[in-house]
């Protein structure tokens, strides 16, 4: 269960996994890593690129995409926490006619390295899952 949840985080991660843009635009990654290197555990900004492409897709809304990265908990691991992610599109269309924010929200366990950190889990169950020989 953990290590599907860890293969869940790895493969979400990489779904919104791009290289940063513009001073005020950012990927998700970019915004995942600030957060894990800021004294606060915060960062927050508009998201740019694929991700925020696939998102005005999927709502309708053509608005920018706002991101908030925040840390949940810091693992014993150096550089490694749990962190929670919030996308906002604002003024996506409704069934009903009207316009309301999209939010997604998720969280990931992430290092500094792009990894998640491997405390708490079973490496022996996640290479199972994953068909890595042992």
Request: aromatic share 4%; charged share 20%.
């Amino acid at each position: 269960m953990i290590a599907s949840r860890y293969f869940i985080s790895i493969a979400t991660l990489a779904l919104v996994a791009t290289t940063a843009s513009a001073a005020e635009s950012f990927s998700v990654k970019a915004l995942l890593m600030q957060a894990l290197n800021a004294p606060d555990g915060a960062a927050k900004g508009i998201v740019e690129g694929k991700e925020a492409d696939a998102i005005h897709a999927a709502t309708g809304a053509s608005d920018p995409v706002r991101a908030e990265v925040s840390t949940i908990k810091k693992f014993n691991q150096e550089g490694c926490s749990r962190l929670a992610v919030r996308l906002v599109q604002p003024n996506a269309p409704t069934k009903e006619g009207g316009k309301m924010d999209f939010a997604l929200n998720y969280e990931l366990n992430l290092c500094q390295n792009g990894m998640p950190p491997s405390e708490g889990m079973d490496l022996g169950k996640a290479a199972k899952i994953l068909g890595i020989p042992s």
